[in-house]
């Protein structure tokens, strides 16, 4: 098969970067694959930031160059640029996380519906994405979710959370930006669940704009995929969905733990591959209902989703199909498959540099727990420089 072996293209795949861009990765990726250097630096750098000592010019010029596309959206436009003229779009990701007061909520909020306006007039930017509690309180959430009884003071509260949620889907129909709206905890996704369903009702009637996110190492997602389908299909609303293998695995599992529950996890990492799968296949065999965001860093999973394209005859400029890899990771994925004329976009995060620590560290953590990722990219980085010094 013609593209059986593309993501091993590293030419294509590391075209964007300079030996030294390709250094700083290398370096990167090798601290990553260290559990206890992680831990240390981790540590360090949080205790840098606290006690203010001047580290920021060394993060910025590090992991933050690395993984983040800037510290605002202009900061960020050499970085969109520059991977468009590769066919690749940006979805601006501000990832500043942890905050958890009205004033940070709204201005989370003015900084979306910020980035769709910027994203109007450009090409490289059709899609944009929020945190669901960046824009509400986390404890909100899960009282709704346990279906407590909401005080007045919380209803207030909750109307508000409902009223920024909105203004971004309104305005992305407006400007025809999709909006993807990230997953959550298993004890609070119930209550964002039923607030993006809303949203897709409201705003997904003529085509679709706003897109949920599916964590399939959750055993139960096949089955919530299933039944919001036969819901659009009854109500009259079409669907999206961005689908990912998932982020918070040790936190559920511990919860489920030590609140005596069945884990929502998959029993293993093939059940959660299997299940992945399973979710793209459904979607793509109901596509006329239902769009997707393959958000993978799994080859295996993209070539599956490629070969089910050609077997559908889905057009790879199919606007109801796209890829996504994050910014700084799977550059071999990203660009080969744009290089090929697919739908592909990079989560590119930004934000100012302290406050995005919290989100770089995770992506760190991330990283150093999922088997064989950083190998894989310290492989292709290493062919890629053994690649250049060949060259004449």
């Given at each position: ?31 990553i ?49 520059a991977?468009y ?23 989370a ?54 009223a ?35 949203m ?9 704009i ?6 399939m ?16 299909k ?7 969905y961005?689908?990912?293998r ?50 993978t860093?799994?080859?295996?999973s ?20 796209w ?25 590119v ?7 995005v ?36």
């Amino acid at each position: 098969m013609e593209d059986s072996r593309i993501f091993d293209n590293t030419k294509i795949a590391f075209q964007l970067k300079s030996n030294r861009e390709l250094n700083r990765a290398r370096f990167l990726f090798n601290m990553i694959s260290n559990a206890t250097l992680v831990k240390i630096g981790t540590a360090l750098t949080t205790f840098a930031i606290k006690a203010h000592l001047p580290v920021e010019g060394i993060i910025r010029a590090t992991v933050f160059d690395h993984f983040c596309g800037g510290v605002n959206e202009d900061d960020c436009l050499e970085v969109i640029d520059a991977m468009y003229t590769k066919g690749v779009s940006s979805v601006l990701d501000y990832s500043v996380e942890g905050k958890e007061t009205e004033a940070h909520f709204d201005g989370a909020m003015e900084k979306t519906l910020k980035i769709i306006r910027f994203s109007d007039d450009r090409n490289a930017m059709p899609i944009a994405v929020f945190k669901p509690t960046g824009f509400g309180r986390f404890g909100l959430y899960h009282k709704i979710n346990e279906g407590k009884t909401l005080t007045e003071t919380e209803q207030e509260e909750w109307s508000r959370v409902v009223a920024r949620y909105d203004a971004v889907c309104k305005l992305g129909l407006e400007k025809d930006v999709e909006i993807l709206i990230d997953a959550e905890h298993s004890w609070i996704q119930d209550a964002v669940d039923n607030l993006v369903t809303e949203m897709m009702r409201k705003y997904n009637k003529s085509t679709t704009i706003v897109y949920n996110t599916l964590q399939m190492y959750r055993h139960d997602r096949m089955d919530f995929l299933k039944s919001q389908h036969e819901l659009g299909k009854k109500e009259g609303f079409y669907l999206g969905y961005k689908i990912v293998r998932g982020a918070y695995m040790e936190i559920e599992h511990e919860r489920a733990l030590e609140k005596d529950y069945p884990t929502p996890i998959c029993e293993s990492k093939l059940a959660t591959d299997e299940n992945f799968n399973a979710s793209a296949k459904y979607i793509l065999d109901n596509l006329s209902d239902i769009s997707i965001f393959v958000g993978t860093h799994n080859e295996l999973s993209s070539y599956m989703v490629m070969d089910l394209m050609r077997e559908k005859e889905i057009k790879i400029t199919d606007n109801r199909v796209w890829f996504g890899q994050l910014y700084g990771m799977s550059d071999n994925i990203s660009f080969n498959l744009a290089d090929k004329g697919y739908n592909v976009a990079k989560y590119v995060p930004f934000g100012p540099v302290k406050d995005v620590m919290p989100y770089l560290i995770r992506r760190a953590e991330e990283n150093t727990s999922v088997a064989g990722q950083t190998g894989r990219e310290l492989m292709l980085i290493n062919k890629e420089k053994f690649r250049r010094k060949g060259v004449k």
